[in-house]
């Protein structure tokens, strides 16, 4: 199954509402400021956010009144053509190598799995890859990563559970500019922003690689559970404010129907969505394409 077919089945729930929906629309109404106000209800109950579906509307109406348009499928594609401008609004990451990511967020939302992941599309990109456990705080976390850092066939530096977890990130540094390794995958433990101690523990560690491999492409990527919506707002926020992020890893889209938030979040934060989880198999993330993303939706 190729990347669209993929996104087109874990968007499934997100598409069949919104399609369900503008059909229902466009059966009953011409277009006009009833029909506007439909849209938007429609684009907020996709979890599309206030401020952003009204942008977007905005945009749409504003254009089908200067080209005096009726047709439902030029609508769509104005529609279409919005939302993938919106969601490409934040710019694209330079993911070039010596790479160092460090992968953050709230617990659950699967970010032991998506570093695995990533190891495993790296690799298969020949590139070398290793892996810093430094989630020294959640019994057995290392373990797992080591699992995934096995499977994808990739190096792993890890300590006893509950050593300092920018010790970890100090020897995978120095491990990696020893042996010319191109990508670092840090993986660091869950925490919400009231968690001060494990704040600033992820501080210490972005000190650490700042100042040990400044050479290094460094980039923070977010991982977001899809099935929060809108509430992971909050958490790009958080996180933005104590060491910044740069990017977003999306997961589980399969369980929501209300994918649209991804639209605005990325728009309004100006942060790019860089990967997106399209299953529970290793070789199912991917890097993330809007138009693709905008195409499954319709």
């Not at 874990?10 to 029909?35: C, H, I, P, R, Y």
């Not at 850092?149 to 500019?177: L, N, P, Q, T, Y």
């Amino acid at each position: 199954m190729g990347l669209f077919s993929k996104l087109k089945s874990v968007l499934s729930k997100t598409k069949n509402g919104l399609m369900q929906k503008l059909n229902d629309l466009f059966a009953k109404n011409k277009l006009g400021e009833e029909f506007y106000e439909d849209l938007e209800d429609i684009l907020i109950s996709s979890d599309v956010s206030v401020a952003t579906t009204m942008e977007i509307v905005d945009e749409i109406r504003e254009t089908a009144i200067k080209e005096k348009v009726k047709d439902k499928n030029y609508v769509i594609e104005l529609l279409k053509s919005e939302l993938y401008d919106t969601l490409n609004f934040a710019d694209p990451l330079d993911m070039s190598t010596p790479l160092v990511l460090m992968i953050i967020g709230v617990n659950g939302v699967g970010k032991t799995t998506s570093i695995g992941k990533l190891a495993n599309k790296f690799k298969k990109e020949g590139k070398s890859v290793t892996i810093a456990a430094a989630d020294t705080f959640r019994a057995a976390a290392a373990d797992q990563l080591s699992v995934w850092a096995e499977r994808a066939g990739v190096r792993i530096v890890k300590h006893a559970e509950g050593s300092d977890a920018s010790a970890v990130v100090f020897d995978a540094i120095s491990s990696v500019k020893a042996k010319k390794t191109d990508v670092l995958i840090i993986d660091t433990a869950g925490r919400l922003h009231v968690k001060v101690n494990l704040m600033e523990e992820l501080k210490k560690i972005d000190r650490v690689v700042k100042r040990e491999y400044p050479e290094a492409n460094y980039k923070k990527l977010i991982v977001l559970d899809a099935t929060t919506g809108q509430n992971s707002s909050n958490q790009v926020q958080a996180f933005s404010k104590e060491v910044g992020v740069d990017g977003i890893i999306l997961t589980k889209l399969d369980g929501t129907a209300k994918g649209g938030f991804i639209i605005s979040l990325s728009y309004e934060l100006e942060v790019p969505v860089v990967y997106v989880g399209v299953g529970e198999q290793v070789d199912d993330i991917e890097d993330f394409n809007a138009k693709e993303f905008i195409e499954a939706l319709f």
